[in-house]
Structure formats: C-alpha cells, structure tokens
C-alpha cells in the first residue's frame, strides 16, 4: 500500500536534515514495486519540486540524476529541475524522455551555454531546438551539437553552422565528420581545413551516389554565393587578352606558366578559371592562399599532365627555400589523386559559379 499520503503529511516538517530524508524516501517510493497511478505521479512531482526548492545544489543535483532517465517522472518536477543552476539541470536535460520539444525550447530559449550543451548533447534534438542552439550557442556548444547525429539540423542552420565552423579551426572537425551535413556545405568547408580532413571530403565525393550529387549540386545553386570583393583593376584588359589567346588557339597550359613566370597574375587567374571552368573568385582565392592540393583538384579536373602541375608549384612557391620539396609532395598527392573524385569536387565548386550567373 502507497505511503505517499503520509509523506505528503511529513512535508510541513522544517528540519534541513529531515526535509532531505523525506525527499530521499519520497524518491525511493515513486521508484517502488507499485508504479504510482497518474494523480499519484502528478502528486510527486508537487511534493518532490517544494521539497527541493529549498534543498542546496548537491541534494536536487542528486534529485535529478535518480529521475533523469525514468519514462515515468513527473513533469512539473522535470521541468523543474530542467530550469534550476546548470549542475542540477545536466541529468535530465540530457536524458530525460519526459521534457518536451516545447519544454527544450523555453530552455534553449532562456538560459545560459551549459543548459544548452547540455540539450546539444540528448539522443536526439528536434530541428527547432537545434535552430535556436545554432542561434545562441557559443562555438562550444555548436561544436557539442555538430557532434551530435542525433541533432536535426535545418537547412537554415546548417548553412549558419558552416559559416561559423569555417572561421574557427576548433569546428573544423566536426563540421567535416558530421555525416547529415548537406553535401555542397561539407565541400565549402574543403578551403579552410587541413589535409586529413580534405582528405575525407575528397573521399565522400567519391562515394557519393550520382543522384545524391545532383540533389546537392541543386542545392549549391540556390544558395547565394558569399561577397568575394572586387575584380582587380587590370580585369576587363587582361579578359580581353585571354579571349584573344583562346580565340587564337594559344590558351594552353603551357601559356599559363609563362602568364606565371611573368609575373601576369590576373591573366593566369582568368586563364585558369577557363581552363578547369570555375568561376575567378575561386581561383583567385587558390592562388592566392597558395594552395597547391586545391590547385591539385582543378589541374586533376582538367586531365592537366603532372608535369604541368609541378610547374606551376614551383613558381607559386618561389619564395619558399624548400618550393622544389614542398612541390614535389604535392606532386605525389597530384598522382594519388582520382580523375572522378577531383571531377566531383570540382563540381561543386562550379556550382557557385552558377548561383553568380543566376
């Protein structure tokens, strides 16, 4: 037979000590052999949530982490217990089944960076939720939901989630291996991270499926482009140099090196674009980060000879004491790289060339 009756008479009692055994004994009750009726359960949750109240930090601490997992606690005194101090709010804003996506929503809503890692962090987050936490998290929290395949991420978010992720080096990581992330978003991450990690978008490209690349590339294309800044001044001049090359039949990439060793940066820049067909941002922005595995990708893309590469390596990297060694590295990631995996990169950075023209 239920005791609560009596223990809900005890709960006048004013002694610290006793009211923390009547909470302690209430708790071992509602976890009894007999599972409590609804009005008995919606009784706990009353008593549970006064005692606690008055209760310090480490007794509700202790509170929520018994209830955190329990299908069958009390609401109000989840929901409670889900707005008190961060260190008593964790256990069950991490596990609790009873909260609600409405419930996680006044919580991301209202409170400070813990409580939200600590939502980040549940088996799964609702698309809203994880909006709000791309919102107003820190970069710690959004790396804990980026970490998180569990977490629903909109296209909205995801798309803010990136933009973050790719100024800080810290969300690099799990920007790159989180496996729901939009594929043409996963390959704008491709300019700002380290090798091993271009190293997996490269792969994922390769393994993509046909109809999921397209579904991507479409998405690519509707996303506007970010600002890229103004042409250079020698722009429309040296445009009209190369149209009057490639109309001659000498555009070659034989042409693209003396357009280099002449110090002739926008006509390579323009040349280059044609060539492996992206826009001039995206080569300008290669070149000018002297990034030569990204070189590698639009030479590889163009089915351009390694020789060719290594050239334009060397004289990229002129100013550097070890440019042949550090030219001959990549050139031996030139020849391990697949034709298909650079081509479908290569695509993806195509596909903002469109969104401009659109």
Known sequence: MSRLPDLIALAEETSSEKRRDLLRELSD????????????????????GKLAADMETAVRAELSARFATSPQAPHS???????????????????????????LLDVVR????????????????PEAVSDVIVERGDDETLGTLLGNEGAALSRRASEAAVERAKANPALHAAAVERKTLPPDLLNEMYFVVE????????EQNARMDPALLESALSAGRARLAEVDGALPADYSSCLAYVDEMRAAGQL??????????????????IALSQLADV??????????????????????AADLDRALFLTYA??????????????????????????????RTLRFWKARRAAQAA
């Open 29 to 48: 009750q509602f976890f009894g052999p007999v599972e409590p009726t609804a009005t008995e359960t919606a009784l706990y949750g009353d008593v549970l």
């Open 77 to 103: 005194l989840i929901r409670r217990l889900a707005s008190d101090e961060a260190a008593v709010a964790d256990p069950v804003l991490r596990a609790s089944p009873v909260l609600t996506e409405a419930d």
């Open 110 to 125: 209202s409170k400070g960076q813990a409580h939200l890692r600590a939502v980040s962090a549940r088996e799964t987050v």
């Open 195 to 202: 090798a091993r990690l271009r190293a997996r978008i490269l």
């Open 252 to 269: 070659t990439p034989q042409m693209l090196a003396r357009f280099l060793r002449s110090g002739s940066k926008t006509s390579f820049l």
């Open 279 to 300: 826009d001039f941002h995206t080569a300008r922005q290669i070149i000018e980060r002297k990034d030569l595995d990204a070189l590698a990708v639009i030479c590889r």
């Open 314 to 343: 060397v004289v990229l990297l002129n100013t550097d004491g070890d440019a042949m060694g550090k030219a001959h590295a990549y050139a031996r990631m030139y020849a391990e790289l697949s034709r298909d995996a650079a081509l």
